[in-house]
T-cell receptor, first 114, second 111 residues
Framework: QQQVKQSPQSLIVQKGGISIINCAYE??????FPWYQQFPGKGPALLIA?????SEKKEGRFTISFNKSAKQFSLHIMDSQPGDSATYFC?????????????FGSGTQLTVLP | NAGVMQNPRHLVRRRGQEARLRCSPM?????VYWYRQLPEEGLKFMVY????????ESGMPKERFSAEFPKEGPSILRIQQVVRGDSAAYFC?????????FGPGTRLTVL
């Protein structure tokens, strides 16, 4: 079954701290794992993505860690800032011809306290 | 380069009316995806289209919902005879291949 489980549902972090959001998947055919950031009233914005042949990808303060054997991946936000307060979604997709529908996690509402 | 555009941003309909949501993909993108987001939930895939073709509609309800992406003009998601359960945010995303870029969404409220 194509399903992505995301935790925690909500997260509160102090400014300067590390925010960690975890996702687990079941379908080993998934081959692309993006993270999206969504502010209230806005559409999701692509933040960072990884493929399963890489164990870690870093872009600025954002890092994805990927554990293929455990079928888990996580987003780490270093030096978290109040401006990072948003809802974060992990997602996964499989190659199906030219169609690559995204399967989303349920989201994590991150609040970074000043 | 303008991003994905959706209109209207907010749409209010009474039960039984029709809702038409429009999506203009980013320039050069020929793939359009529609997703629905219920309050406090993640996005759920509805349909994937390329110009003049529906490629995958496995996530779309069998009745009342339809989508098109004509040769000219925006992609349209049409919901006929709306019910209160259709109230949600509807997002489209466009893609050249691979990464999907989302529009700001249309928030549909059914009274």
């Amino acid at each position: 079954q194509q399903q992505v489980k995301q935790s925690p549902q909500s997260l509160i972090v102090q400014k300067g701290g590390i925010s960690i959001i975890n996702c687990a998947y079941e379908n080993t055919a998934f081959d692309y794992f993006p993270w999206y950031q969504q502010f209230p009233g806005k559409g999701p914005a692509l933040l960072i993505a990884i493929r399963p042949d890489v164990s870690e990808k870093k872009e600025g303060r954002f890092t994805i860690s990927f554990n293929k054997s455990a079928k888990q991946f996580s987003l780490h936000i270093m030096d978290s800032q109040p401006g990072d307060s948003a809802t974060y979604f992990c997602a996964a997709t499989i190659p199906s011809g030219s169609a690559r529908q995204l399967t989303f996690g349920s989201g994590t509402q991150l609040t970074v306290l000043p | 380069n303008a991003g994905v555009m959706q209109n209207p941003r907010h749409l209010v309909r009474r039960r039984g009316q029709e809702a038409r949501l429009r999506c203009s993909p980013m320039k050069g993108h020929s793939h359009v995806y529609w997703y629905r987001q219920l309050p406090e939930e993640g996005l759920k895939f509805m349909v994937y289209l390329q110009k003049e073709n529906i490629i995958d509609e496995s996530g779309m309800p069998k009745e009342r919902f339809s989508a098109e992406f004509p040769k000219e003009g925006p992609s349209i998601l049409r919901i006929q005879q709306v019910v209160r359960g259709d109230s949600a945010a509807y997002f489209c995303a466009s893609s050249p291949t691979g990464a999907q870029y989302f529009g700001p969404g249309t928030r549909l409220t059914v009274l």
